[in-house]
């Protein structure tokens, strides 16, 4: 039951991350994105040197016991890991403040789809005839909320396919702390942006409101849910945690038709609602299992 309270936990909590985004849409995407994985990056290694050296010192040698194709695998997936959460921030951060919320919705609508589709082909993940029919469904709200929308669309799968990438990669990085995999994490995607920070990098933010909410970001909506994320999948398979992923565009739809009043018709109504029912029908049968 924990691992499935800690995945739906995390696609909630990444539900209301407009609320913390929407009022730094006067800043360029990169420079939200440079300040948050800088401050993840700080947060997570003070907090590995702090509380977890021990731990990492025993991460390192099991590393290093490892052989030679092991090693590499595990380098691969943890490089690939930030590379592909690198892609995804970015992104999202500039669907969310320059295109819409909706968008960004569809994308992470698209993304389950995405990530069953992979763990079946790549990880071999098994599939039930009525866990067939939810994906069915759940293509259909998301064609149904393409149409008419066909950019909506082209951004959208460019954000979900970053994620689902990610997804997939890290069910198969097992045998290491989380907490470390997730520093390992930041600090690629440290070192791929600290090249691009003097290139394309604006005036030094001065405003406190920009901090503060560059703070809640890091903490609230980066490194807590993605920390659950991970360890939901140290149980649940990619497919499982994908399906509930659409805990997030539907709660971040919810926001964006009431809150922000962005325009919405019957169609797009109609089609949430078959990806929820999507949602459900899919892990009616599979819940007992991984308990």
């Not at 951004?155 to 990438?165: G, R």
């Not at 709660?251 to 949602?279: K, R």
């Not at 029908?281 to 599979?286: D, K």
């Amino acid at each position: 039951m924990r691992y499935y309270a800690a995945g739906i936990i995390a696609f909630a909590i990444w539900g209301f991350f407009s609320f913390v985004l929407k009022p730094l849409h006067t800043y360029p995407s990169l420079d939200i994105l440079f300040y948050r994985v800088f401050l993840c990056t700080g947060i997570m290694l003070i907090l590995i040197i702090t509380t977890r050296r021990h731990l990492l010192a025993e991460n390192i040698r099991l590393f290093k016991r490892q052989p030679l194709k092991e090693r590499r695998r595990t380098v691969l997936l943890n490089v690939g890991g930030g590379i592909f959460l690198t892609g995804n921030w970015f992104f999202f951060i500039y669907v969310m403040n320059h295109i819409s919320i909706k968008a960004t919705s569809l994308a992470y609508l698209v993304c389950p789809i995405l990530t069953t589709s992979l763990a079946f082909y790549i990880l071999k993940e098994k599939l039930n005839r009525l866990q067939w029919v939810a994906i069915g469904l759940s293509a259909a709200g998301c064609l149904l909320l393409g149409i008419g929308h066909l950019m909506d669309m082209v951004y959208s799968l460019v954000v979900a396919i970053s994620y689902a990438l990610y997804l997939v990669s890290q069910r198969r990085n097992v045998g290491f702390d989380k907490l470390l995999i997730l520093t390992f994490h930041f600090v690629v995607s440290t070192l791929l942006l600290l090249p691009l920070y003097p290139l394309y990098s604006n005036a030094l933010p001065v405003s406190p409101v920009f901090y503060g909410y560059i703070a809640i970001i890091a903490v609230g909506f980066t490194i807590i849910p993605l920390f659950l994320n991970l360890y939901a999948l140290k149980r649940l398979t990619s497919s499982t945690v994908g399906m509930l992923l659409n805990i997030n565009p539907i709660i971040g739809f919810i926001i964006a038709v009431t809150v922000y009043s962005e325009p919405i018709d019957t169609l797009q109504w109609a089609a949430y609602g078959i990806i929820f029912i999507s949602v459900i029908i899919f892990n009616t049968r599979i819940r007992n299992n991984n308990l």
